[in-house]
């Protein structure tokens, strides 16, 4: 392998990122970090210059794959950070330590979240939950490990219905499950206690970007007085929203909506398939981190501690 060649796992962990083989914004950074790991054990660099670059390669090869998840850039940032070393082998080393901190603190981090989530939930209650969100989980879970009976209402998700992922685990969980279709939600937060969703970026004034029909979920929640919170690990806040930039949402493939046959019969027809949207922070009740419970608005204090240092993107070419 030359300079600025990629691993063969720094080509398929894009690939699968990009296909949601490989998705839920914690899973994201996990992956793409420990892609950066291979590439750095892999890459056969002869300088430090060299080296430096096939990684800024590789990550900017993860970086491209989808734009919503603040946790992948976050993730890369926090490697090519800790870069560091006068010879190839210094420089390897530093990266493959920082992916194995990185990697242990994601784990540690969700393991801390889930009890401050499972302390708002009471023994009895039922969770409304959306998508599939590892974070969101983890508070179920370690309710559950708290001795709490808790059963879920969860909503399909289209398209991809990742609601059927929320399914199975939380059966393996010990947790009765209703799954119904997103139409459905409204008529059954009646008999829901909590809505609990995950996040796949957390904006600066405390906005929850999250899967699509997220902010419509929130405001039936509220107008029903059912109490929504996000669980999201820090590495989801967004830094670049401290200086204004808007987070993007990803817009995906037509087909995941409609089959092109079914399209097809009906004829000439606009379809759009954003991935997710944003709950103002005015109907989320609380932020569940593993620093603690934050109100959405007072997030932006913790975004200023963690990530004050900005959205730099080490990555880029020199
Ligand atoms: O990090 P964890 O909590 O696992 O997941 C966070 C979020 O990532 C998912 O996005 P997608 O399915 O990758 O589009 C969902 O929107 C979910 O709430």
Aim: a negative charge; hydrophobic letters at 40%; one cysteine or more.
């Amino acid at each position: 392998m030359t300079d600025h060649r990629l691993a063969p796992d720094v080509e398929e962990t894009a690939a699968a990122i990009a296909s949601m083989e490989i998705r839920g914004a914690a899973t994201i950074a996990a992956g793409a970090a420990e892609a950066l790991a291979t590439q750095a054990r892999e890459a056969d660099a002869e300088s430090p210059e060299a080296f430096r670059a096939s990684m800024r390669a590789a990550a900017r090869r993860l970086r491209e794959t989808r734009p919503t998840a603040v946790s992948l850039p976050n993730a890369l940032r926090y490697v090519l950070r800790r870069m560091e070393g006068r010879s190839v082998e210094a420089l390897r080393e530093s990266v493959t330590d920082a992916v194995a901190a990185f990697v242990a603190q994601l784990d540690r981090a969700q393991e801390d979240l889930g009890q401050v989530g499972a302390n708002r939930l009471a023994d009895g209650d039922t969770v409304m939950t959306h998508c599939h969100s590892t974070d969101a989980l983890a508070c179920i879970e370690a309710a559950v490990d708290q001795g709490k009976h808790i059963e879920a209402i969860v909503k399909e998700t289209r398209p991809r219905n990742q609601g059927h992922i929320t399914a199975r685990q939380l059966r393996e969980a010990g947790v009765p499950v209703t799954l119904v279709v997103d139409s459905a939600a409204r008529r059954y937060l009646n008999e829901a206690d909590h809505v609990l969703v995950g996040a796949d970026s957390i904006a600066a004034d405390g906005g929850v970007i999250n899967k699509i029909g997220t902010s419509g979920l929130a405001v039936n929640a509220r107008e029903r007085g059912v109490p929504i919170m996000t669980a999201a690990q820090t590495i989801k806040l967004h830094p670049e929203t401290l200086t204004g930039h808007t987070v993007e949402i990803e817009m995906r493939a037509e087909d995941e909506v409609i089959a092109p046959e079914t399209r097809e019969e009906i004829g000439e027809i606009a379809v759009e398939n954003p991935a997710f949207d944003v709950t103002p922070p005015r109907y989320m009740d609380a932020i569940v981190t593993e620093h603690g419970q934050f109100p959405p608005e007072s997030i932006v204090t913790l975004m200023r501690e963690l990530f004050g240092e900005g959205a730099a993107e080490p990555w880029a070419e020199p």
